[in-house]
């Protein structure tokens, strides 16, 4: 266990022990830190900004700068298998999600030991572990890159992991109303595939969630075939920083900077309860008060209107699930433990400092008593190394504010059944209408499009065969296989 000492603190052990610890985050989590600004990562802003402009290319491209890719390599590889599926680098886009679902399940066994860690260094060092929503929407987007290459066995696989993830039991588990959605989008995507058995058990299964189910997912017949459009609506809320006031009387301050792990941290939950009690007096004298780098859960960048599908003479209303939701669910089931070990790392810089002013003030009683200029200078020293052990500690410890930030604020489904023959497809919200090109239904066949309506001006970019057939599939045979057109508005 990392505790930070074995006995009461004295400024000497504090002075040494300090710094070691804080270090040791080394180089690359200091530089994560200081990239958690008050705007979020500002990373962020420059990547969201390219693809709501319809530069997704650039957006790809500014990933290969390290200023502006994250840090962290799972959240980076996340950040790619979007950012691929909207710039056509689909292979690449596969791949990076395929390396996050890799990365999620080695850290998952770690994540434990790991965060032991964080009660002496900031949260934002540590490698990042996606919340179970976030997790989701990795095979998600990775059978959306393999759809797009037609890569129907691969596209099953991501379908099957999806189906994992919703099928595990817990209470960690997202809103009823995104598990169906998602539910749903596995069915597609095993329909996509051919896998029409592992289809019907997810249409069941959505239905058990959802009730009413968003068009009809019987086989369609040799005269006609379906059109599924996934649309995905703005940018999910995301982490902010935020102050957070300690109150606590001297013998805690002693607990929490002295005692073991376990202790340190039931005392810093009662400290964190002592913040949201109203009837505790905070004009009571004796009371130490400290500020503790946290974070809270920010607003969506949300889209007005409603959403409709429409083609001659056909128009579908949407189903759809509310993302952000389910990630600030995530967040706040987080955020007690994360609060709890910022209030015990904040508990020993406090101290720390305190120790700082005392050994200088030391340092300067001995020179002032005598006149050998050598006395006070080990106190100066202890002083020193506190004060630049507390100084890079503030700076290194602020809140995790990292995020799956380019996921939708929210996740809608369309689907329509058509006759055999050609069809224009456009969404239409308000005054606006985004045509999604010219898809040739097939008989008994799906044709897939994705749709992102960010949440500013931008156009729309088809990026796949119209004809929703993949390469080989000679045109009249029926079948479930089809193409993707990615767009976005």
């Given at each position: 266990?990392?505790?930070?000492?074995?006995?009461?603190?004295?400024?000497?052990?504090?002075?040494?022990?300090?710094?070691?610890?804080?270090?040791?985050?080394?180089?690359?989590?200091?530089?994560?830190?200081?990239?958690?600004?008050?705007?979020?990562?500002?990373?962020?802003?420059?990547?969201?900004?390219?693809?709501?402009?319809?530069?997704?290319?650039?957006?790809?491209?500014?990933?290969?700068?390290?200023?502006?890719?994250?840090?962290?390599?799972?959240?980076?590889?996340?950040?790619?298998?979007?950012?691929?599926?909207?710039?056509?680098?689909?292979?690449?886009?596969?791949?990076?999600?395929?390396?996050?679902?890799?990365?999620?399940?080695?850290?998952?066994?770690?994540?434990?030991?790991?965060?032991?860690?964080?009660?002496?260094?900031?949260?934002?060092?540590?490698?990042?572990?996606?919340?179970?929503?976030?997790?989701?929407?990795?095979?998600?987007?990775?059978?959306?890159?393999?759809?797009?290459?037609?890569?129907?066995?691969?596209?099953?696989?991501?379908?099957?992991?999806?189906?994992?993830?919703?099928?595990?039991?817990?209470?960690?588990?997202?809103?009823?109303?995104?598990?169906?959605?998602?539910?749903?989008?596995?069915?597609?995507?095993?329909?996509?595939?051919?896998?029409?058995?592992?289809?019907?058990?997810?249409?069941?299964?959505?239905?058990?969630?959802?009730?009413?189910?968003?068009?009809?997912?019987?086989?369609?017949?040799?005269?006609?075939?379906?059109?599924?459009?996934?649309?995905?609506?703005?940018?999910?809320?995301?982490?902010?920083?935020?102050?957070?006031?300690?109150?606590?009387?001297?013998?805690?301050?002693?607990?929490?900077?002295?005692?073991?792990?376990?202790?340190?941290?039931?005392?810093?939950?009662?400290?964190?309860?002592?913040?949201?009690?109203?009837?505790?007096?905070?004009?009571?004298?004796?009371?130490?008060?400290?500020?503790?780098?946290?974070?809270?859960?920010?607003?969506?960048?949300?889209?007005?209107?409603?959403?409709?599908?429409?083609?001659?003479?056909?128009?579908?209303?949407?189903?759809?699930?509310?993302?952000?939701?389910?990630?600030?669910?995530?967040?706040?089931?987080?955020?007690p433990a994360k609060l709890t070990r910022a209030i015990a790392r904040s508990a020993v810089r406090w101290a720390a400092t305190r120790a700082a002013d005392r050994a200088f003030s030391d340092a300067a009683k001995k020179?002032?008593?005598?006149?050998?200029?050598?006395?006070?200078?080990?106190?100066?020293?202890?002083?020193?190394?506190?004060?630049?052990?507390?100084?890079?500690?503030?700076?290194?410890?602020?809140?995790?504010?990292?995020?799956?930030?380019?996921?939708?604020?929210?996740?809608?489904?369309?689907?329509?059944?058509?006759?055999?023959?050609?069809?224009?497809?456009?969404?239409?919200?308000?005054?606006?209408?985004?045509?999604?090109?010219?898809?040739?239904?097939?008989?008994?066949?799906?044709?897939?499009?994705?749709?992102?309506?960010?949440?500013?001006?931008?156009?729309?970019?088809?990026?796949?065969?119209?004809?929703?057939?993949?390469?080989?599939?000679?045109?009249?045979?029926?079948?479930?296989?089809?193409?993707?057109?990615?767009?976005?508005?």
């Open positions: 266990m990392f505790g930070v000492a074995s006995r009461a603190a004295n400024p000497l052990r504090l002075a040494v022990v300090l710094p070691l610890l804080v270090l040791s985050s080394g180089c690359a989590t200091a530089s994560a830190a200081f990239r958690a600004g008050p705007g979020g990562i500002p990373a962020e802003w420059a990547l969201r900004d390219h693809l709501t402009y319809g530069r997704a290319t650039s957006a790809w491209s500014a990933m290969g700068d390290k200023k502006v890719a994250p840090a962290d390599a799972l959240l980076r590889a996340m950040y790619r298998g979007v950012i691929g599926l909207h710039a056509g680098e689909y292979s690449a886009g596969s791949r990076a999600m395929d390396r996050a679902w890799t990365l999620v399940d080695d850290r998952y066994s770690k994540r434990l030991s790991v965060g032991a860690a964080s009660l002496v260094t900031s949260e934002a060092t540590l490698p990042y572990y996606p919340g179970i929503t976030e997790r989701m929407f990795i095979p998600y987007y990775g059978a959306l890159n393999w759809l797009a290459r037609n890569e129907l066995d691969e596209t099953a696989v991501e379908a099957r992991r999806l189906s994992a993830l919703l099928a595990a039991e817990g209470d960690d588990q997202p809103p009823a109303e995104l598990r169906g959605m998602l539910r749903y989008v596995s069915g597609v995507l095993f329909e996509a595939a051919g896998e029409q058995q592992d289809a019907m058990v997810a249409y069941r299964n959505a239905a058990a969630l959802l009730g009413t189910l968003p068009g009809d997912t019987t086989v369609a017949g040799r005269d006609s075939g379906d059109v599924v459009v996934l649309i995905e609506e703005g940018f999910v809320g995301r982490p902010e920083p935020q102050n957070f006031g300690v109150y606590m009387n001297g013998d805690e301050l002693v607990a929490l900077t002295s005692g073991d792990d376990n202790g340190r941290l039931q005392l810093a939950q009662t400290l964190q309860r002592r913040h949201f009690d109203a009837s505790f007096d905070r004009a009571q004298l004796g009371w130490l008060t400290y500020e503790v780098n946290w974070a809270s859960f920010g607003e969506a960048s949300r889209i007005d209107g409603a959403l409709a599908v429409r083609t001659t003479p056909s128009t579908a209303t949407l189903a759809g699930a509310d993302v952000t939701a389910a990630v600030r669910a995530d967040f706040q089931r987080a955020m020179r002032g008593d005598d006149d050998d200029d050598s006395k006070g200078w080990g106190s100066f020293f202890v002083g020193l190394g506190l004060a630049a052990a507390t100084i890079t500690s503030a700076v290194i410890d602020q809140p995790d504010l990292r995020a799956w930030q380019l996921l939708p604020d929210r996740l809608s489904v369309a689907r329509m059944r058509l006759p055999v023959g050609d069809h224009p497809i456009e969404v239409v919200r308000g005054d606006e209408v985004v045509s999604l090109g010219t898809v040739t239904v097939r008989p008994g066949g799906v044709a897939v499009l994705t749709h992102r309506w960010w949440p500013g001006p931008g156009r729309t970019i088809p990026t796949a065969d119209p004809t929703g057939i993949p390469p080989g599939i000679p045109p009249g045979i029926p079948t479930a296989a089809q193409g993707v057109k990615v767009s976005a508005k």
